[in-house]
């Protein structure tokens, strides 16, 4: 299985402020995504980070305010801009090959 | 798109006995549906998948039922003890599980000592 790891771990930010979070696996792996988690809710997909090219947003998340990267096979980063508290959440990125494994997760708080 | 259904939202259990968690899903195009729990303040951690061309899968204390035809998926944990206390998650995926996967709305299972 892959081992994946987030920094920060959580964070707590100003409104109006970006906050990038960074993902790193163990190994190769051909898709990573990005997973929002609100408090006491489930999981939800912002996007799938292509490596090489520009991230695959789902409905509900733009470009502009979820920055992603993923400049290799390992390596992902995902950035919430222009904060309000209404982003205060969990961000988890995952691995697959063909199971997929979550990071522990940043914990987002936005003041 | 795929929509899953995921029940109860809350169950309790006492230790020893059994919990079974139900989830429906809505595109016949699905073909792997893992499941996953999450204790307070980690990640999700995969416990148990299941693929379509498969019907019944078990790993120690826990196995997972798939009906392609219902569209249902259910999670056995049997002789709970009281470290499976913790929110499950299942979840439906096409592409065998190297694509995006929908998540069911949770199941926060505590076991009774």
């Known amino acids: 299985s892959a081992v994946i790891s987030q920094k920060p771990s959580r964070d707590i930010c100003q409104r109006g402020t970006s906050l990038t979070i960074q993902c790193q696996v163990d190994s190769q792996v051909t898709m990573m995504f990005w997973y929002r988690q609100q408090p006491g809710q489930s999981l939800t997909l912002i996007a799938t980070?292509?490596?090489?090219?520009?991230?695959?947003?789902e409905s509900g998340f733009v470009i502009d305010k979820f920055p992603i990267s993923r400049p290799n096979l390992t390596f992902s980063t995902l950035t919430v801009s222009n904060m309000s508290p209404e982003d205060s959440s969990i961000y988890l990125c995952s691995a697959s090959q063909n199971t997929q494994y979550f990071g522990p997760g940043t914990r987002l708080t936005v003041l | 798109g795929e929509n899953v259904e995921q029940h109860p939202s809350t169950l309790s259990v006492q230790e020893g006995d059994s919990a079974v968690i139900k989830c429906t899903y809505s595109?016949?195009?699905?073909?792997?549906f893992p499941w996953y729990k999450q204790e307070l303040g980690k990640g999700p951690q995969l416990i148990i998948d299941i693929r379509s061309n498969v019907g019944e899968k078990k790993d120690q204390r826990i196995a997972v039922t798939l009906n392609k035809t219902a569209k249902h998926f259910s999670l056995h944990i049997t002789e709970t003890q009281p470290e499976d206390s913790a929110v499950y998650f299942c979840a439906a995926s096409k592409g065998q599980g190297a694509q995006k996967l929908v998540f069911g709305q949770g199941t926060r299972l505590t076991i009774n000592p």
């Open positions: 980070a292509n490596q090489g090219s520009e991230a695959t947003y």
């Open positions: 595109d016949s195009a699905s073909n792997y």
